[in-house]
């Protein structure tokens, strides 16, 4: 009788593990229809004070968690940002958020509630690590808060800028056709060789996580250790497409991608992908 009830406490338990694990998850949508400037949004930045920043197709929409302000190019106004088709969001989370479009950047100071334009050029990256990194299509510059210098021109001149990443002085370069790492003494390496890179994070392991919008699915550093996760059809914990768009990583050390067929999940400890995707239902992805 005593195994018996210890069989049955086990059974509950795993059974409630499960359910709590596999259960779905509620999206609530943000459009339009709420305020948003446009509903192709490119770039997400979240200030020191919590506000949500979407850069769109249609200006910025900045979110305080109940309503939208719409920040758009004003015409005469050499204080509105520079551009309405947003490239990238980044800020110093002490004031500063700076809006990049493929016309330049412009500095937004939070305490004055004012634009400033910084660099009036074509830019295609921007990171922030205790000064502000920019990239043109192969040169990287560093802002000190007045000028901006020359960091690193490359000399690969095929190979475009698409995506920045610093970390201890090391610079990682994702381009068009893969992946450099510039080290603190200007040694540059190609630890991956092919791959439109879209994304480069890292995570609370120390691990880096590389997205590609050619088809390569997305990579994963471990130190010296490379990992490339793919889809396969017959597989449904692998990632649900080969083309990845950006990623991220939440509180409990899991990595969300966002790919072009859904969202997906990365469970570090059980090595699988969940995939989210859209369904006929208002609680779902609407895309």
């Not at 249609?58 to 758009?72: D, E, M, P, R």
């Not at 074509?122 to 020359?150: C, M, P, W």
């Not at 996760?229 to 017959?234: G, K, P, Q």
Request: glycine fraction near 6%; proline fraction near 1%; charge should be positive.
């Amino acid at each position: 009788i005593m195994r018996n009830k210890i069989f049955l406490i086990c059974y509950f338990l795993c059974v409630h593990i499960l359910t709590c694990s596999t259960q779905s998850i509620s999206f609530r949508h943000l459009t339009t229809d709420n305020g948003l400037s446009h509903n192709s949004i490119i770039s997400i930045y979240q200030d020191e004070r919590g506000f949500m920043w979407f850069g769109t197709r249609n200006g910025v929409s900045l979110y305080n968690g109940k309503y939208f302000k719409i920040y758009q190019k004003e015409k005469n106004n050499s204080n509105s940002i520079l551009y309405n088709d947003i490239y990238h969001i980044t800020g110093d989370q002490n004031g500063h958020v700076y809006i990049m479009t493929n016309r330049g950047i412009s500095a937004y100071d939070i305490e004055k509630g004012q634009f400033t334009p910084i660099i009036k050029k074509s830019t295609r990256a921007e990171f922030f690590s205790k000064h502000l990194y920019v990239a043109t299509s192969n040169q990287i510059f560093k802002y000190d808060g007045i000028k901006f210098d020359l960091f690193y021109k490359m000399t690969q001149n095929t190979s475009v800028i698409q995506r920045l990443y610093v970390y201890n002085d090391s610079v990682f370069i994702g381009t068009n056709k893969g992946l450099y790492i510039l080290d603190p003494q200007k040694a540059l390496t190609q630890p991956i060789k092919e791959g439109n890179i879209s994304d480069i994070i890292r995570d609370s392991s120390g691990y880096y996580w590389i997205t590609t919008k050619s088809g390569h699915g997305v990579y994963c550093i471990q130190g010296k250790q490379i990992n490339n996760f793919l889809y396969e059809a017959d597989d449904p914990s692998t990632i649900s497409s080969n083309y990845t768009h950006r990623c991220c990583e939440d509180k409990q050390g899991n990595i969300w991608i966002g790919t072009f067929n859904g969202l997906n999940k990365y469970d570090k400890q059980t090595k699988k992908f969940t995939r989210y995707e859209k369904k006929e239902n208002s609680k779902s992805l609407s895309n």
